[in-house]
């Protein structure tokens, strides 16, 4: 009886050890999950003196669309993440383009005997307006969307409102709503 | 006018063999090789023409007519007219395509011996390994994640394997240098790497259209007088097309709320473009499989193209002295059998019988790549 009774004092109290090394585990540290992008839209910030809590205002529209965007989310997120991801395919698609580049080139070789000048000149003229047109284009993209978000400090104190394009994530857990706002440090006058 | 031609040049070429000795061995190869070319087999004679069962103005009132109810029916009730379409002319169309193909292929392979064993070799080699592709998804034997490389290695081999035979082709052709093949190939190879599903659906939406060219092709040999006023109703084709996609772009989304519905709205790539109302997609994907079928099951018949679909006086392979006209009895026989079989199949388990049909299936999408090209 006394023996029973030491084996499951010592039961328990073996239990009990290991209840409190388990609770004395560091919590294992999550490893960030990069969210996912669902929805392009644009988002404006404003203050309100006289409100007592912050408002989030989604249009109706706005919502349909992301409820479509989240409902259509499950094929692992654009096709231009999906190849950066896979470096097979990139490589495979590197190949290939190589290959149709050089093949293109023994061709045009190969048939520019029969080629006269004119026709030749006129190719390198299409290439050399698309390249132009491609540069164009590309210089006159719009300016980087941190930008429009550079006076929100500011237009915060004067109240004024700040207008920005906004990428709406999809993150795992149930955490608060976070709005991440590309705000790049400017140098003060006189600062290196 | 372009038979006669064809016709009285290879008359000419053996009067010429026959008549007498001819200057230099060079001379007489190249007359045989000029005679061999010729496949006068496949050709109707004169009486192509007079076997012709309407006239310009009533095919050409048909073809607007089909296309323009095909269109409406297409975007009134996609998902109904899909069910019944495929359930009625899958089977039938492939039927009618294989006694096409079957009437195209020549007694004697002769120089396109090589052609034709690539050919078939790449029809059964794909077909096989399209089929099993799901067969070992199901049955573990890779995971879904590496399924679009799988997609795209077996869209890289089709490509191949067309530039293949267009490259053989061009060979066959004097004159001709069908070289650019190999860059556009190489630059679709890219093209499917870096999106192997869209690759694939592009596949689903231009494979009906192909129908279209196989048309154009006999009309020009067949019918010349004809060809014009074809080409005029296909500007009605883009018409249609836009017609439909700027009326049904807007309108939402349909309710795959079953698994055939489902099954119907991912074969038009609703997966694949969430963006896109799924009605605007499967509407534009059953008009055109509406034309396709069109095409093969009434327009070639029509203009006299396989003649009574009963004889097989029009089928080289078996009117031939050294055919098989038992075999090509045999094998259309078979493939009235299976059309039952299909029949039988949608009307127990419409859902499975799709999912095979269109696995299946793609040995016929193969099969009329090397068949237009010898058209070409």
């Not at chain 2, 996609?78 to 169309?93: C, E, M």
Request: charged share 15%.
């Amino acid at each position: 009886m006394q023996r029973t009774l030491i084996l499951t004092l010592a039961v328990c109290a073996l239990l009990a050890s290991a209840i409190y090394a388990f609770a004395d585990i560091p919590r294992p540290k999550s490893t960030p999950v990069e969210g996912k992008t669902i929805l392009y839209s644009g988002l404006t910030v404003t203050s309100d003196p006289k409100a007592y809590e912050a408002r989030l205002q989604i249009s109706q529209g706005t919502l349909k669309h992301l409820q479509d965007a989240a409902a259509n989310s499950g094929d692992g997120g654009s096709m231009m993440q999906r190849v950066m991801h896979s470096s097979t395919r990139t490589i495979m698609a590197g190949t290939f383009m190589f290959l149709a580049i050089s093949f293109a080139g023994i061709w045009f070789a190969r048939s520019a005997e029969r080629r006269n000048s004119k026709a030749i000149a006129a190719v390198f003229l299409v290439a050399m307006v698309l390249g132009l047109a491609t540069v164009i284009v590309r210089a006159n993209a719009g300016p980087p969307g941190y930008i429009r978000w550079q006076n929100l400090p500011q237009s915060l104190k004067d109240g004024k409102e700040t207008t920005g394009g906004v990428q709406v994530e999809l993150v795992p857990g149930d955490d608060n709503i976070k709005l991440i706002i590309p705000l790049r440090k400017t140098k003060g006058p006189g600062e290196e | 006018m372009a038979q006669t031609l064809v016709c009285g040049k290879a008359e000419k070429v053996i009067h010429r063999l026959k008549s007498g000795p001819l200057t230099g061995g060079n001379a007489c190869i190249t007359c045989m090789e000029r005679a061999e070319k010729i496949n006068v087999a496949v050709w109707h004679g004169p009486r192509a023409r007079t076997r012709t069962r309407v006239n310009a103005k009533a095919f050409a009132a048909i073809l607007i007519g089909s296309a323009c109810v095909s269109a409406a029916l297409a975007s009134w009730l996609p998902l109904q007219v899909s069910i019944v379409s495929v359930f009625l002319f899958a089977g039938p169309h492939n039927w009618f395509e294989a006694r096409y193909f079957l009437m195209r292929l020549p007694a004697r392979f002769g120089r396109s011996r090589n052609f034709f064993i690539v050919a078939f070799a790449g029809i059964g080699l794909l077909t096989l390994a399209y089929v099993s592709l799901p067969a070992l998804y199901y049955a573990n034997v890779w995971s879904g994640a590496n399924w679009p490389n799988a997609i795209a290695t077996w869209n890289t081999l089709m490509i191949l394997w067309i530039s293949a035979l267009v490259l053989m082709r061009g060979k066959q052709k004097a004159n001709r240098d069908w070289f650019w093949v190999l860059p556009i190939a190489f630059a679709l190879c890219a093209g499917n790497w870096l999106a192997p599903e869209l690759f694939s659906l592009a596949i689903v939406y231009l494979h009906p259209m192909v129908a279209l060219w196989f048309l154009d092709r006999h009309l020009r040999r067949a019918k010349p007088e004809w060809l014009k006023t074809y080409r005029r109703c296909l500007a009605l084709l883009p018409l249609l097309l836009v017609g439909i996609l700027w009326q049904l772009s807007r309108t939402a989304s349909l309710a795959d709320d079953n698994g055939l519905f489902w099954r119907i709205t991912q074969h038009a790539g609703a997966d694949l473009l969430p963006n896109v109302s799924s009605h605007m997609l499967v509407s534009t994907h059953v008009f055109l499989e509406l034309l396709h079928y069109g095409v093969w099951i009434v327009a070639l018949p029509l203009i006299g193209a396989s003649g009574a679909i009963w004889s097989l006086k029009s089928i080289p392979v078996a009117s031939h002295s050294r055919g098989f006209p038992k075999l090509i009895e045999a094998i259309l026989v078979c493939g009235l059998f299976v059309v039952v079989v299909l029949w039988f199949g949608f009307s127990a388990n419409y859902t499975l019988t799709r999912d095979v049909y269109f696995a299946v299936a793609m040995a016929h999408v193969l099969a009329e790549a090397p068949f237009l090209l010898r058209m070409i």
